[in-house]
C-alpha cells in the first residue's frame, strides 16, 4: 500500500507530502537559528566592550567557504534539473560535485578554523565571541555534514529508486535540494555577521 501524494500534488496544496514536510521542518530550523542570531545580535549591541571578535577570523577562508556553498547550491539545482530532463548520468555527475563541496566546506573549517584556533587556546570558554562563534558554525557544519550525507545516499544507492519510481526519485531529490539551499543560506547570513562585521 502506497501513501497518497508522495508523488501527485495534494489537491488542498498543490504540494506533495514530503515538500510540506521540509517547508515545515525548515520553518522550525529558521525559528532554531534566528534564536541563535537574535542572542547574537543581543550579546552584541548590549556589551561595552566587544570581545577580539572577528579579527581572530580568516576573511578568505570565509570568503572561500561561502563560495563553495553557493557552488554547491547551483549544482544541486543541476542534478534536480538533469532528474527533470531524465538524464541520471548528468545527474550523478552535478550531485557528486554537490556533495564534494560540501566536504571541502566542512574540511576547511576543521582544517583552516577549528585546529588552528584549538591550537591557541581559543575555546567557547574563552570569550562570549567564540562561544557564539563555535555554537553557530558548529551547529551550521552538523547540518552541512547531514546534507553531504543525504547527497552522497541520492548520489549512490539511493539511486536505485530511479529505476522503479523514477518521479518520486525526483521530489526526494528536490526536497534534499530545499534543505541544502537553507543551509547555504543561513552560511550566507553567517558569514557576514560573524566574519565582517
Known amino acids: 500500500m502506497q501513501i497518497p501524494y508522495t508523488v501527485e500534488p495534494r489537491p ?3 504540494l506533495h507530502n514530503a515538500k510540506i514536510g521540509i517547508w515545515l521542518f525548515l520553518a522550525s530550523e529558521v525559528m532554531l537559528f534566528g534564536g541563535l ?3 547574537y545580535v543581543l550579546l552584541r549591541t548590549g556589551s561595552i566592550v566587544w570581545p577580539e571578535g572577528s579579527s581572530i577570523l580568516s576573511v578568505p577562508i570565509g570568503t572561500f567557504n561561502t563560495m563553495a556553498l553557493i ?3 547551483v549544482t544541486m539545482v543541476l542534478s534536480w534539473a538533469a532528474l527533470k530532463m531524465n538524464d541520471l548520468s548528468k545527474f550523478k555527475m552535478y550531485m557528486f560535485f554537490t556533495y564534494f563541496l560540501g566536504l571541502v566546506f566542512l574540511i576547511v573549517k576543521v582544517v583552516f578554523e577549528y585546529l588552528p584556533k584549538f591550537e591557541h587556546h581559543l575555546y567557547p570558554s574563552e570569550s ?3 562561544a557564539i562563534y563555535f555554537t553557530l558554525t558548529g551547529l551550521h557544519a ?5 546534507g553531504v550525507i543525504v547527497n552522497i545516499y541520492f548520489w549512490g544507492p539511493g539511486s536505485k529508486m530511479w529505476e522503479t519510481e523514477p518521479e518520486r526519485f525526483t521530489n ?3 526536497v534534499a535540494g530545499l534543505y541544502w539551499h ?3 543560506l543561513v552560511w550566507i547570513f ?3 555577521v560573524l566574519y565582517l562585521l
Open 37 to 39: 542570531f537574535s542572542a
Open 12 to 14: 488542498d496544496t498543490g
Open 182 to 184: 537553507f543551509v547555504d
Open 190 to 192: 553567517l558569514f557576514p
Open 142 to 146: 552538523l547540518h552541512v555534514l547531514v
Open 172 to 174: 526526494r531529490v528536490e
Open 128 to 130: 562570549t565571541f567564540l
Open 71 to 73: 557552488a554547491s547550491s
